[in-house]
């Protein structure tokens, strides 16, 4: 897994997240796991090469 960024949850802000799906509903999504509020949320990543930054978004997916 590279974690080398950091990912917290879309719910909690919690950090104690794994990975759940390398790819969800699109090739730019990965779908994490959180084990505090125990909900999948999806990571969005994708670059923005014009200003050579990254854009990052979660969102929430699923809650249980
Ligand atoms: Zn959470």
């Given at each position: ?14 950090d104690?997240?794994?990975l ?30 014009n ?14």
């Amino acid at each position: 897994m590279d974690d080398k960024d950091k990912i917290i949850c879309s719910f909690c802000d919690s950090d104690h997240v794994s990975l759940y799906s390398p790819y969800g509903t699109a090739q730019l999504v990965r779908q994490f796991y959180c084990h505090d509020c125990k909900s999948v949320f999806e990571f969005i990543r994708w670059r923005n090469t014009n200003q050579d930054n990254h854009i990052e978004h979660s969102m929430r997916f699923i809650q249980h």
